[in-house]
Structure formats: structure tokens, C-alpha cells
């Protein structure tokens, strides 16, 4: 069965740091690998995601993310984190071909600081 | 172009009685999913709809909880009785029908339920 494991519940950054939101999967085969975001009152908002190719897959916001077999990760980076940035994010996966079901991790609320 | 909305955005009821969520598509939109996310857990998948059939019901908890589609426009996911563990955030989301497997989801704001 497919899992995905965010280890950091929150996370306080100081505005205009880095940051980098760790995820590894569970799978046997490489699945797809989506990150999203949720702002206060939003939907989820698909930041990027990759299904296959080049390992560091560049999103919307200033967010791009690596993929890395070896260890299992989908980390998300940011190299400058911004006040508006302050959300919650989720890692998540799915099989590939005609599967439908996406599996989530349990998510990582970002708290930025000035 | 509209999102996926979803009414209501809060619902607070007491054990026993009945709540019906709704989703709306986007339009077009032949994939329609719930999800779920208890507090302090991970969105969870319920169910997935391909216009009106349900393709994958795997993750519905129980047999009180049930989705429609009729028409294979807007879904309704009503909860009867409602028990306090069902208290969460529930989400649905929408994609089109491309035959790839590469269709995003799209999700809409999510409907909070507090059961009492």
C-alpha cells in the first residue's frame, strides 16, 4: 500500500529564509508525486508535481521540488520564503496509469516570521 | 472559470442527525472525488465518480455514509446518523476526462463538519 510520510507537523521560518518541507513516499515502483497547498478558507492548490523525467520539477510561487529514488523524497524547497507563503502543505501520491485515488501525508503547517 | 465549490463551507450538528454536503465541478469535469481529513490526520479518499457511476468506493467508512451524482452534474455525500467520529473537513475535487492518466485534480475549499 502506498504511504506518504511528512515528518515536520510545523515548521517557523523568518521571512525571506529558505525552507525546505521533506516528504518521503512509500511505493514499490516510482508513483506520481504532487505537492499542494492550502491557504485559510482555500482549496488545495496544486504548487507542482512530477510524473516522470527531469528530477527537479519547478512549480507556480517560487516552489520547486527533487525527486530522489534513492531515498524516497519529494522535498519541497523555496530559496526566499515570503510573509504570504504562511500555509499548510501536503505531499502526495498516486499510482501511476488510470488510478485515481491520490494518498496524502499528513501535512506541514509553515509559519512564517518577520 | 469557476473552482469547485462546495456548500456549505460549515456545518455543526448533533449526534444522530442527518447532514448532506454538496460539490459542485467544475464544468465539464467527468471525475468527481470526496475526500476527507479528520483532525490532526491525512486527507483520506472516499470515493471517486465518473459522471454518475462510482468508479472506486473503497475508502467510504461505513454504510452511513452516501454519495450521489445523479445526472453526473453535482454530488451530494449525505452523512445519516451522524456519529462524532465523523467530525472533519471534507473535501471534493474534479478532473477531466482526458484518457491520461496525467488529469490534475482540482479541489475545492472543503466543508467542515462538527459533529455534537
Known amino acids: 500500500a502506498q504511504s506518504v510520510t511528512q515528518p515536520d507537523i510545523h515548521i517557523t521560518v523568518s521571512e525571506g529564509a529558505s525552507l525546505e518541507l521533506r516528504c518521503n513516499y512509500s511505493y514499490g515502483a516510482t508513483p506520481y508525486l504532487f505537492w499542494y497547498v492550502q491557504s485559510p478558507g482555500q482549496g488545495l492548490q496544486l504548487l507542482l508535481k512530477?510524473?516522470?523525467?527531469?528530477?527537479l520539477v519547478q512549480g507556480i510561487k517560487g516552489f520547486e521540488a527533487e525527486f530522489k529514488r534513492s531515498q524516497s523524497s519529494f522535498n519541497l524547497r523555496k530559496p526566499s520564503v515570503h510573509w504570504s507563503d504562511a500555509a499548510e502543505y501536503f505531499c502526495?501520491?498516486?499510482?501511476?496509469?488510470?488510478?485515481?485515488?491520490?494518498?496524502f501525508g499528513i501535512g506541514t503547517k509553515l509559519q512564517v516570521i518577520p | 472559470e469557476a473552482g469547485v465549490t462546495q456548500f456549505p463551507s460549515h456545518s455543526v450538528i448533533e449526534k444522530g442527525q442527518t447532514v448532506t454536503l454538496r460539490c459542485d465541478p467544475i464544468s465539464g469535469h467527468d471525475n468527481l472525488y470526496w475526500y476527507r481529513r479528520v483532525m490532526g490526520k491525512e486527507i483520506k479518499f472516499l470515493l471517486h465518480f465518473v459522471k454518475e457511476s462510482k468508479q472506486d468506493e473503497s475508502g467510504m467508512p461505513n454504510n452511513r455514509f452516501l454519495a450521489e451524482r445523479t445526472g453526473g452534474t453535482y454530488s451530494t455525500l449525505k452523512v445519516q446518523p451522524a456519529e462524532l467520529e465523523d467530525s472533519g473537513v471534507y473535501f471534493c475535487?474534479?478532473?477531466?476526462?482526458?484518457?491520461?492518466?496525467?488529469?490534475?485534480?482540482?479541489f475545492g475549499p472543503g466543508t467542515r463538519l462538527t459533529v455534537l
Open positions: 502526495a501520491s498516486r499510482r501511476p496509469g488510470g488510478y485515481q485515488k491520490v494518498t
Open positions: 475535487a474534479s478532473s477531466q476526462d482526458r484518457g491520461s492518466s496525467y488529469n490534475e485534480q482540482f
Open positions: 512530477y510524473f516522470s523525467g527531469d528530477t
